[in-house]
Every structure is written in structure tokens, then in C-alpha cells.
């Protein structure tokens, strides 16, 4: 990939649009390991949180050793926050990390592709629309590869890379080649509604709500059983608030309508946990009550 040096030596010119839950969390995590980034968001209000929420995150990864070596990048350059999507001109690869909108990340793909040279990997982040769907309407889908960051990104290690039939060797070497010089260690699929790792969670997360909505057992009940019978180190639903409520019913959503497995449908009870503000940590209630939005 095209780089500058710096002391530490290569250095991406990494953006990432999107500075939500998983944009500051990959920032984060970029930053942990070393790397500026650029952080691009048209909402200033959501951007004017940004660098005080992954600051945070980093503070976070430094107490658990989430980092190779504890860090502290504040000097000027280390993170760049920016409403101009211009800013991706001159990138050596672009995160997408906006809302689980098909729509909306095939429009974003389609202004990245006119923005930025051929051969720049267009990566997004999602974690079930097929990537080969969003690249669709891109001017170059050999570019565009797919990457599923577990939350929080800066402490998960792994990544599901999610490569469509257009996705070219190169663009899945330069992706595999960034990630593991951000510590993370790559798995690649092929493209599929949800992929593995939401084709196998999600739908075990939906069956563990409605279990509880039919009062079969309480939260705590479900979540002790699978923990402590079969291993699960969360619990389904604690892990769906760390996901996000209405995360988990658009991801459901886009099982369903792209498989056309009904079952996958989000139940009744997540659809309302959604509707009523009720979205995990990042909101400070969901399935638990956590006092505080959570970073």
C-alpha cells in the first residue's frame, strides 16, 4: 500500500468515515496500535464527542493491555476530525463504519469510489449486508472487501473479512496486510447474508429474547444457563446490548430479507426494546441496567 514514514516508520493514511459506536471504536484501535486516522463525520455534533469518546476508548484498552505498548497519541496529526468527505481524497484505504443501512452504505460507497485512485480498498463495515450487494453500484467492486469488527473493536483481536466474488486478490492482500499490522488476526469468508459470526449469533440472540418474552426465564436465568452449561463467556443477551438493540434488528432484518428465512425475523420484543430507546450500553439500559452510556 502506498505509505509515508514517520519515526515508527510505514504509516497508512487511514480513514474512517463514520465516528458512531464502531467508527470510534476502530479509531481507537488504530490509534492503540500506533497509526494516525482520520476521522470523517458530516454530523458535527456527533463528530464534536468523537475524539473525548476514543480517547476513552484508548484509556480503556491501555488498562486491560489491549495495546502492544500503552499509548497516548495526542500530538498533532495522531487523530484528524473532519465533516469533509474530501478529506478520503489521498487515502491508502477507507473504513466505512456508518449506520447497518444498506442504502445508506451503498450511497457512501459510491461517493468513496469517485473520491479516491483505483486500487484504494474500499472497506466496510458491516455485519451482514453482502459486500458484493453494496459494491454493486460502485465504479470499481474489484475495491470493495468486507470487514466485521466485533464491539468493542479495540479489544477484539479477530475480524471476519468478508470477500466478494469481485473482491480482487489484491485489494484482500493490501486489507490483510493493514489489519495484521493493527495486531488483529484475519479470518476471511466468502460473501453471505451475515456471514458466519452473525448467521450463527444473531439468530441465537432473537431465540434467547424470545424465550424471555415468553417467560420461560428471566434475563439473568437465560444468560447464567448458556454461560455456565455451554460455555458462552457473556451470555446472548448481554452480549446483544454490547452489540446495540437496533443493531441486532436491522442486522436480523437483512437475514431475513436476504435468505428469506422467516425465523430471522428481530421478534417482538427486540423490535420494541428498539422503539423505546432501550439499545444496550450505549444507551445505559437494554436487556441490563448500566447507569451511565457506556463509552
Same mark, same amino acid.
Given at each position: 500500500?502506498?505509505?509515508?514514514?514517520? +519515526?515508527?516508520?510505514?504509516?497508512?493514511?487511514?480513514?474512517?468515515?463514520?465516528?458512531?459506536?464502531?467508527?470510534?471504536?476502530?479509531?481507537?484501535?488504530?490509534?492503540?496500535?500506533?497509526?494516525?486516522?482520520?476521522?470523517?463525520?458530516?454530523?458535527? @455534533?456527533?463528530?464534536?464527542?468523537?475524539?473525548?469518546?476514543? /480517547?476513552?476508548?484508548?484509556?480503556?484498552?491501555?488498562?486491560? %493491555?489491549?495495546?502492544?505498548?500503552? @499509548?497516548?497519541? @495526542?500530538?498533532?496529526?495522531?487523530?484528524?476530525?473532519?465533516?469533509?468527505?474530501?478529506?478520503?481524497?489521498?487515502?491508502?484505504?477507507?473504513?466505512?463504519?456508518?449506520?447497518?443501512?444498506?442504502?445508506?452504505?451503498?450511497?457512501?460507497?459510491?461517493?468513496?469510489?469517485?473520491?479516491?485512485?483505483?486500487?484504494?480498498?474500499?472497506?466496510?463495515?458491516?455485519?451482514?449486508?453482502?459486500?458484493?450487494?453494496?459494491?454493486?453500484?460502485?465504479?470499481?467492486?474489484?475495491?470493495?472487501?468486507?470487514?466485521?469488527?466485533?464491539?468493542?473493536?479495540?479489544?477484539?483481536?479477530?475480524?471476519?473479512?468478508?470477500?466478494?466474488?469481485?473482491?480482487?486478490?489484491?485489494?484482500?492482500?493490501?486489507?490483510?496486510?493493514?489489519?495484521?499490522?493493527?495486531?488483529?488476526?484475519?479470518?476471511?469468508?466468502?460473501?453471505?447474508?451475515?456471514?458466519?459470526?452473525?448467521?450463527?449469533? /444473531?439468530?441465537?440472540?432473537?431465540?434467547? +429474547?424470545?424465550?424471555?418474552?415468553?417467560?420461560?426465564?428471566?434475563?439473568?436465568?437465560?444468560?447464567?444457563?448458556?454461560?455456565?452449561?455451554?460455555?458462552?463467556?457473556?451470555?446472548?443477551?448481554?452480549?446483544?446490548?454490547?452489540?446495540?438493540?437496533?443493531?441486532?434488528?436491522?442486522?436480523?432484518?437483512?437475514?431475513?430479507?436476504?435468505?428469506?428465512?422467516? /425465523?430471522?425475523?428481530?421478534?417482538?420484543?427486540?423490535?420494541?426494546?428498539?422503539?423505546?430507546?432501550?439499545? %444496550?450500553?450505549?444507551?445505559?439500559?437494554?436487556?441490563?441496567?448500566?447507569?451511565?452510556?457506556?463509552?
Amino acid at each position: 500500500m502506498d505509505t509515508n514514514t514517520d +519515526a515508527r516508520g510505514p504509516v497508512d493514511r487511514l480513514v474512517i468515515v463514520g465516528a458512531g459506536v464502531m467508527g470510534t471504536g476502530i479509531a481507537a484501535m488504530v490509534l492503540g496500535q500506533g497509526l494516525p486516522v482520520v476521522l470523517v463525520d458530516q454530523d458535527a @455534533t456527533v463528530l464534536g464527542t468523537a475524539a473525548d469518546r476514543v /480517547h476513552r476508548q484508548i484509556r480503556h484498552g491501555n488498562l486491560l %493491555g489491549a495495546f502492544s505498548e500503552p @499509548t497516548d497519541p @495526542t500530538g498533532p496529526g495522531d487523530l484528524v476530525l473532519t465533516q469533509d468527505l474530501e478529506a478520503v481524497s489521498g487515502a491508502s484505504a477507507v473504513i466505512e463504519a456508518i449506520v447497518e443501512e444498506a442504502a445508506a452504505k451503498t450511497k457512501l460507497l459510491t461517493e468513496l469510489s469517485d473520491r479516491v485512485p483505483p486500487g484504494t480498498p474500499l472497506i466496510t463495515n458491516t455485519s451482514g449486508i453482502p459486500v458484493d450487494e453494496l459494491a454493486d453500484s460502485t465504479a470499481r467492486p474489484e475495491d470493495v472487501i468486507g470487514t466485521h469488527f466485533m464491539n468493542p473493536a479495540y479489544l477484539i483481536g479477530m475480524v471476519e473479512t468478508v470477500r466478494g466474488p469481485r473482491t480482487s486478490e489484491l485489494t484482500l492482500e493490501r486489507v490483510s496486510e493493514l489489519l495484521g499490522r493493527l495486531g488483529r488476526r484475519v479470518i476471511v469468508v466468502q460473501d453471505s447474508p451475515g456471514f458466519v459470526t452473525s448467521r450463527l449469533l /444473531h439468530p441465537l440472540i432473537n431465540d434467547a +429474547a424470545r424465550l424471555v418474552a415468553a417467560g420461560t426465564a428471566p434475563v439473568e436465568a437465560v444468560d447464567q444457563l448458556m454461560q455456565g452449561c455451554l460455555g458462552h463467556p457473556t451470555g446472548p443477551l448481554r452480549t446483544a446490548d454490547l452489540i446495540g438493540i437496533d443493531n441486532l434488528v436491522d442486522a436480523l432484518g437483512v437475514l431475513a430479507a436476504r435468505t428469506g428465512n422467516a /425465523h430471522y425475523r428481530p421478534c417482538e420484543l427486540l423490535v420494541e426494546m428498539a422503539r423505546a430507546g432501550r439499545l %444496550g450500553r450505549k444507551s445505559g439500559s437494554g436487556f441490563y441496567e448500566y447507569g451511565e452510556v457506556a463509552l
